[in-house]
């Protein structure tokens, strides 16, 4: 029997490839492969697609966050609070500009932010609360707790591309958004890519400013800047992709429903949302109390499996002796040894899953 890879990248290329090639083939018959029109058009299209207000194409999700938190004025002497059950880019992009992150519990069902754990002093700047797996934070309440204390927020929604909450796409409720197109991703490039949208047209006219060396022309420099920019090949691969983002999202949601009526039936704890919250599981996640032998035997079946994440970032050998050190995420840190991400993505057939669901339950106990 065929191997089930975690994430079949190759079968996408498969059904796609053809497209992909001739958007490509068209930039490198252009040669012009930096601040190029299709960047322009595909920054247009996933501001459409997600409704935000402003929105641009940028190097990485990590360099969103960063740039985010800078054109909002976060920086040396700030706090931000965020949530240790993330990636690493998540807590460093704090870092990129001198700020200072304070973790905060994540809430069981969700994963997500725990409202009632934050606790902000004078020097909080901002939230980046972070829409795990696809699934949206609650934010409602934390917009209002924001407003309430003038705190700024930043949604990581490098995982939740079309995720939806109360009728809005994630990465549009906050001051900003930010997401990536790594590979692997909903929405991947053929190399690093990310996106960052601003509700503020002067906080946006600064992303885009901050994210091509402080231009205001070809040749003049308003302020100091980066070289964040999506490059044109990029974009090109991205904008055929958008175009089925949709569908990929519908079979995702389709793929989570079944394994969700296949493992809660067997006891097992999988993903609950907020209400009104639709997410996109950019992975499947359930808990399991035996996760190195379901971890084994998966392999042994030649099932692809991860875990997302097992060390939570204040417990990061980088900040152990900082920012880590003696801080206590009981939920975090429970939930860490006990989760474990199946198989997940458009090109996921039927068979395949029903291949996952029946090794698991071989060996998994909830
Ligand atoms: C992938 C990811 C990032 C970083 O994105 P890159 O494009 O790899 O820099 C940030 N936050 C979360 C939650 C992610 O999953």
Known sequence: MHAIPFVNL???YENIGREINEAVADVIKRQNFINGPVVREFSAVFNAAIGAAHG????NGTAAISLALEALGVGRGDEVITVAHSFFATVEAIY?????????????QTYTIDLSKIEVTPRTK?????????????????MALAAKQGLYVVEDAAQAHLASYRGRCAGTIGDAGTF???PGKNLGAYGDAGFVTARNPDVARLLSSLIDHGRQSKYTHDIIGYNQRMDEIQAAVLKVKLSYLKSWTDRRRQLAERYDSALRRDGFKTIVSFEGANPVYHLYVVEVANRDNVLESLRAAGIGCGVHYPVPLHQQPALLNGDGKGVSLPVTERVAGRILS???????????QDRVIEAFLKTARP
């Open 126 to 142: 901002a939230i980046i609360p972070v829409h795990i797996y696809g699934n949206p934070a609650d934010m409602d309440p934390l």
């Open 342 to 352: 199946l198989p997940i993505c458009g090109d996921l057939t039927d068979a395949e």
């Open 96 to 108: 990129h500009v001198g700020a200072k992150p304070v973790f905060v519990d994540i809430d069981p």
């Open 56 to 59: 641009f194409g940028c190097s």
């Open 180 to 182: 990536s197109f790594y």
């Open 10 to 12: 190759h079968r996408q």
